[in-house]
């Protein structure tokens, strides 16, 4: 996306993107959704994937464990603004799938 890798990383109990910059040779963070930056709610812990739809940056939160809750999927209508985070839509059934390791 723009040029860049981007990840997830938690810090603290929140979420956030981050992407490398090579030419600055640093790291830089992009804005969250606002509903989306908390990962533990005190009773379940949340999955989040980061995706490119459309062009756009797009992000999505499932309650770890579930198959049957719904999670919604947001898109970055512009890159870097917070307030462009929009729902796009809202799966009837998600699964999260436990993380992997690579070597």
Known sequence: ??????????????????????????????????????????????????AVLYGCLCISQVPVGTVDKVNDVLIMREYGVQRSWTKLFQPSRTICAPPYQTF
Do not use: A
């Not at 997830?8 to 910059?21: A, E, M, N, P, T």
């Not at 600055?24 to 908390?38: A, G, I, Y």
């Open 1 to 50: 996306m723009n040029g860049h890798l981007h990840w997830l990383v938690k810090r603290g109990q929140s979420q956030v993107i981050v992407y490398f910059d090579e030419e600055m040779n640093v790291f830089e963070e992009l804005p969250m959704p606002e509903k989306q930056q908390e990962c533990n709610d005190g009773k379940r812990t949340f999955c989040f994937g980061l």
